[in-house]
Every structure is written in C-alpha cells, then in structure tokens.
C-alpha cells in the first residue's frame, strides 16, 4: 500500500510553486499582457489579463493562465494570489504538469507559506505505477498529511477501469500510514469487498504499528489468526510481536528483534512460546504422535532460533546460529503463519544467504558459533557446535564438539623452489555426558612437484602424512578393558601417490551457419594413491576421522569438452559451451579379482562401478544432465540421475528430475521422479504444476497446482497443495490489485 501516497502525495506539486516577493509599487496591466515578476527567481507567469491591487496586495491574473516553474507548468482560468499571506486561489480547468505526472481540478485554494490548501473535484495521475486517482475534496493538512473525502483510487488505464477503491473518508501520512473509513473494492463496477475501517502502511521508511493479519483454519489448530505488532525502535533496530492465536491450542506469542549496524554486524533473533491447550485424547485418536518420544511432560513449547553476522577487531568474521525446540513434534505441527519454520527460513536467507541448517523433519537442531580469520593462501577457523537430540533416549549421548578449531593453508610454493606445501590441522573437544569423551588432533601436511614434460604431459607426484593423536578424558567401551586405562592414544601413517593428464584438442570445420567450427577437448587423467593399513581398534569412536581406510588405488577418468564458434554479424564472434561427457572408475590394486562367480561384497570386487557423466546445452533453451553408475561385475546400472530443463521465450519451462539407487544385492532405495511445467496458455493466464512421486512405493510425495490470471493492472491466482507427508491438503485463492499491494483470501487447511 505504499505507493498509495502517490496518489494524494501529487499535491505537493502545487505547493512547490513559489512565487518571489512582488514590488508593491508594480503597475497594473489589463488587457492581452506577459507578467514576468522577479525574472530571476525561474518562475514565468503569463496570461491575457493581468492587474495588481495595490490597496488588498492581491494579484490577479485570468484567461489561458500559465504559470511556469522551474520542472512544472500550472495552467488555470484564473489566479489570485496574495503577496501578504501567499495564499493562492486558483478557479476553472486547473492542471498541474511535472514530466509524465498530471493534477487536475475545478477550484483550488493553496497556503505556500505553511505548504497547506484544498483541490476540490480533484484527479490526477502518477506515471511510475500507473495511478490514477480523485477526490471530491482532497485536502493537504500538513507537509506530509492529506485527506481525501470521496475517493476513488486504480492503477488500471480507461474511464472503465477493471478495478478501483473508493474511500468516504480517507487520510494519510507520508511515511506513515494511511487511515480509510468505508473502503470498497470495485471489480469494474461491482463492489466485491468491503471494510469499515482499514488501516495501511504508506510509508517508504519504518513505523511503529499493526501489521496486515493473517487468517487460516485446520485440523490440528482449529481456526487462527495472526496478528504482528511492529515497532521500529531505531534506525538500525526493530522488533516484532506475533500473536497467533489457535482456537484449538491457545495463544502463541512470538517476539523478533532485530537490528543492522553494519553490512558485517547484523542479527535475528527470534522466540515463539506457547501453553498448548491441546485435547490429547483427541490428537492420540486421529494419530498425531507418529514420532518417537512425543509424550510431553509439559504443556508448555517453544522455539528459539536467531542467527547472527558478527565483525571484530583485525578481520575476523564470525557467525552464530541457534536452533532449540521444546519437543519433536513442534515445528510440524505449527507450520503455518509467521512463525513457521518457513517463514523463519525464507527471513534468514533474505537477512544472512543461510537458511536453517536442519529442515522441520530432522530431529536434531544443530546450533554453531563460528569465528573465521583468512590470509592470502591460509585460514583459521574456531566454531562451537551444539547438537540438540529430541529423541529422549540419545540425548546425553549426542556429542559436542566444544571447540572445533581448524587451519588450513592451500597450495603453494615452498620457499619459491619446485616444490608445493599444503596442510589442513584440526583439534575438537568432543563433550557428552555419557560415553566416550576426549580431545582430537589430526594433522594432514602434503608435499607436492608439479612436473610438465614436453609441453602435453602434467605430472604430480605427492606424499602425505595423516597424524592423529587423542587425550582421552572418559572411556566407556566395555569391549577392552585395557583400553579404558589409557588416556592417550595415536595414529600415524604415509600415504603418497601421483596424478597425471594431459589434453588432446581438436578443432573441426562444420560448414553451417552460424554455426562455423567445433572445438573438442579431450583430457585424460590418471592417479595412483598408496595408504598402508594400520591398526585401529584401540582408538575411540567419534565420526568418520576416526577410521581410516587403507587405500591402493588406480583412479583413471576420461574427460570430453565440446564448444562451438557462432559467427553473429559481420565481426561477431559468439563461443558456446554445448557439452560435457566424463568417465571415470577406479581398480584396488590390493583386492583380488574374484570375478562374476564371487559375492557382492567390495573385497571381492576391485573394479568399482562406471561413473559416466552428461552436460548438454545444445540451444539457448534447453539443458540436460545425466549421471549414472554401472557395475562390470553385475552388468547393470546402480544408479540413475536426471535433470531436465526446457524453456521458451514466452516463459514456458518444463523440468524433469528423476533419481534412482540400487544396493549391491539390486534392491531399490531409492525411486522418485519430479515434473514442474509452466505454461501460459494465452496472454495474461498462466498455470503451473509440481508433482513429486515416490515410484518405489507407489504414492504421491508432493503435489502443486497453480492457475492464474493477470491483466494490467490487476490479478487473481487459486492454487491446491496436497502433501500426504504432512497429512495436510491446502487450498488458496489470492488477489491481486498492482500498485497497492496484494489482498489475500482466506486460506482452508485440512489433515482428514
């Protein structure tokens, strides 16, 4: 509703008109005349009568008035203007003209001292948005307050325009808002809404005050509705109160704060709290509890989360993000309204280009704190990782890492010889209250030596080294007695290897146009990578690092890069990257071959399955990626990924995702596809439709169905949702009216 101060805000152009102080002592001129007082004020006033009188210091001039301003042409039947008081009456097919921006009326009495007046029968129109508007009585109380009596508001072009408001009585402050007392909405000349009173941010800057409800019915919460309260309490500091109210659960409050002082230092920081009145007999028999441990002690639920970008001293960056719920089930069970855990996720993205790390469906939170310190080729970093387990039995054994300190140095020259250094160490405190604890040092420096032989062949040799070392605090491993009396254990292992490839590139004539010549890049690499075995079982349990793999290994890939040379115009040269083929597989060297007799199981089988891998971009409009993995032992695919994407100029687009996996015993885990088509069907409708399908197990995961209508200056969409997941379907039909917002219908949500 912002631009709606457009509307009435246009008078200000006639209190910008400012005429100079007149000589008392002028002549009076009847008759054809040009009146230029104060020529070098910029303003030219001209008119085929024109007198003074001296006695009343009233100016006078009338017939094809014309007043030009510095950016702004006034024309009337006829002006008065007191010198004294500069108040200014201006009377019969009054226009005000300021670029592609127009005010219209019949009678016009205007303050320029205190920058007041009244317009009556009043129209005009605002270029940028295409306002039109008119008031019986529009009426400028202030520098930036107007009232308008009888007014009629659109951003639709013609005498009939598709759709309009009319207000009774209506007053409004620049960067404020707007008040308006009976205000209909007109679909030509039918009136389909209507409110007594309406209130509506006209403001370019923050206010203090109510935001526009929000109202839905369901299930799980009966019928609810949100009320925000906004409250700018600075420049760079604001907060918000959400009341959602839930005829089925009770009232939940939810604050936000946050502030801005700097690009670098910005936070969120938001609390929803509730005291469920929820009829539990009533959720067990619909079968709400589908989640372990969702028997609450209380009924008291909440949800903190905040996230925050934090500068210090001497370049260091950090973040800090937190994500606690009260029990398992909450943040699927409040999933609508502003406080959701989409609307917290869409906030955070907009604020800080991160989201929450964990979706609604994880049980887990995850909380961090991370401070990072970069050079030209190093980095540190020190983080604080909080995992909240809401599954009851895990809880205390969920590990912390308190701290997590890293640095890593990428490659590069060492002592400016032949050689290249490179190093990643990290040191963890893992912390819980039960089971194993301790402290984690892993060091992985690596030397390098960049060879090219003959200007076609790169070589790198390489060596390593992986240390890990443990200050163990608590053993709980029943297994080995002799291991818990230790409190420091170690691994230390070589491992070294080489890389090789080389580039084979061919350019070939097509003969066609635009398309003139192909260029084909063919790269083959090869690797080798040598980790001994060693012993592990006295060693703790903390994540993957823990356990090391012996590696012998023979890494081989096949690269294929194919470009086109466009020739446009004459001395146009246009390069398009159309597509991309690689194969890649490796051989473990210390795995026999067992061939097709043997098991499945991986040391049997030293070949690893063919990954092949398809970009391809051939026109502007279309592009297709292809992944799968085969295995030579079993002759069949293990996996299949496709993505599709076909798109036109008028906006119509298609895309195709589909994903499947087998395990080794050609079972399926995974068989989904996704189709999204968007297509406007004629001008001004479009529809779109999403659907996500489990092929496994024969059901719907998600679907989307959008229709609407758009025209100039108005819009109707109606959309279904049905997420089996959720057990909820959900219907919305929404209006548009461009240039002052969006009125949003009510919203039905069902679970049955």
């Not at 006033?45 to 702004?72: K, M």
């Not at 210090?312 to 909450?330: A, E, F, R, T, W």
């Not at 298609?654 to 968007?678: H, P």
């Amino acid at each position: 509703m912002r631009k709606t101060v457009r509307i009435v805000g246009l008078c200000l152009l006639v209190s910008f008109v400012f005429f100079p102080d007149l000589p008392a002592g002028s002549q009076d001129r009847v008759g054809k005349s040009v009146a230029a007082p104060g020529e070098d004020s910029g303003y030219r006033l001209r008119a085929d009568h024109f007198s003074y009188d001296e006695r009343q210091n009233i100016y006078t001039a009338t017939g094809n008035v014309t007043l030009h301003a510095p950016g702004r042409v006034i024309t009337a039947d006829e002006i008065r203007l007191d010198a004294l008081t500069r108040e200014a009456i201006l009377e019969g097919d009054i226009r005000i003209e300021q670029g592609d921006d127009w005010l219209e009326g019949e009678r016009a009495f205007l303050d320029l001292e205190e920058q007041t007046g009244v317009i009556e029968y009043g129209r005009g129109f605002l270029a940028e948005g295409n306002f039109h508007f008119s008031g019986a009585i529009i009426e400028k109380l202030g520098p930036q307050t107007y009232h308008v009596e009888q007014g009629k508001f659109t951003t639709c072009d013609g005498d009939r325009p598709s759709w309009h408001f009319r207000t009774s009585d209506l007053k409004v402050t620049v960067e404020g808002y707007g008040f308006a007392r009976h205000a209909r909405f007109h679909a030509g000349p039918v009136p389909v809404l209507y409110t007594p009173y309406l209130v509506f941010p006209a403001k370019t800057k923050r206010q203090t005050g109510l935001l526009p409800p929000r109202l839905g019915k369901g299930e799980r919460l009966g019928w609810d509705v949100d009320l925000p309260f906004f409250w700018a309490i600075s420049r760079s500091t604001d907060a918000t109160v959400y009341s959602h109210y839930m005829s089925k659960r009770g009232l939940m409050v939810g604050p936000q704060f946050r502030y801005a002082a700097s690009k670098e230092n910005k936070g969120v920081l938001r609390f929803d709290y509730l005291h469920d009145q929820e009829d539990r007999d009533e959720l067990r028999e619909q079968n709400f509890y589908t989640l372990p441990g969702l028997t609450r002690a209380t009924r008291d639920r909440w949800w903190w989360r905040s996230k925050q970008d934090i500068a210090l001293p001497h370049g260091i960056q950090g973040n800090m993000d937190l994500d606690i719920v009260s029990d398992p089930d909450y943040l699927q069970t409040f999933s609508t309204g502003f406080s959701s855990w989409t609307e917290s996720d869409r906030i955070f993205r907009k604020t800080f280009d991160r989201g929450l790390i964990n979706d609604d469906t994880i049980t887990t939170r995850q909380s961090n704190l991370l401070l990072n310190k970069t050079w030209a080729a190093q980095a540190a970093n020190f983080e604080l990782h909080y995992y909240q387990n809401l599954n009851d039995d895990e809880d205390e054994t969920t590990l912390q890492q308190l701290p997590l300190v890293t640095y890593s140095a990428s490659k590069q020259s060492l002592l400016g010889g032949p050689f290249f250094w490179q190093s990643n160490a990290v040191y963890v405190d893992y912390w819980r209250p039960e089971g194993t604890r301790g402290h984690r040092v892993n060091l992985e420096p690596r030397l390098s030596l960049p060879l090219r032989r003959g200007g076609y062949l790169e070589l790198e040799p390489f060596v390593g080294i992986l240390e890990t070392a443990y200050l163990i605090e608590h053993y709980d491993e029943p297994e080995d007695s002799r291991v818990r009396e230790k409190t420091f254990q170690n691994r230390a292992l070589v491992e070294t290897g080489v890389d090789a490839s080389t580039e084979i590139v061919g350019i070939f004539s097509m003969g066609g146009d635009p398309w003139t010549k192909t260029k084909h890049t063919v790269r083959p690499q090869i690797g080798y990578e040598y980790r001994p075995e060693v012993s592990q079982n006295k060693l703790p349990s903390y994540d993957s690092t823990d356990r090391v793999n012996s590696r012998n290994r023979i890494t081989y890939s096949l690269i294929n890069f194919f470009s086109a040379r466009l020739d446009q115009a004459p001395g146009e040269v246009e390069y398009h990257d159309f597509a991309r083929l690689e194969f890649s597989q490796f051989y473990d060297v210390s795995q026999p071959d067992g061939g097709e007799e043997d098991t499945s199981t991986s040391r049997d089988r030293p070949f690893s399955n063919v990954f092949t891998q398809i970009d391809f971009t051939p026109k502007r409009y279309v592009n297709f990626t292809y992944k799968n993995g085969f295995s030579p032992y079993d002759t069949d695919f293990k996996s299949h990924e496709l993505l599709a994407h076909l798109w036109d100029q008028r906006g119509d687009n298609l895309t195709v995702d589909y994903r499947r996996q087998l395990d080794d015993d050609d079972n399926t885990i995974v068989n989904e596809i996704g189709v999204q088509l968007k297509l406007n069907l004629w001008e001004g409708v479009s529809a779109n439709v999403r659907s996500d399908y489990d092929l496994k197990r024969t059901r719907n995961i998600k679907s989307e169905y959008n229709i609407m209508l758009q025209r100039q200056c108005w819009g109707i969409s109606a959309s279904y949702v049905d997420d089996p997941g959720a057990d909820d379907r959900r219907v919305t039909l929404g209006i548009s009216s461009y240039g002052v917002g969006e009125l949003e219908a009510q919203t039905y949500s069902s679970s049955d």
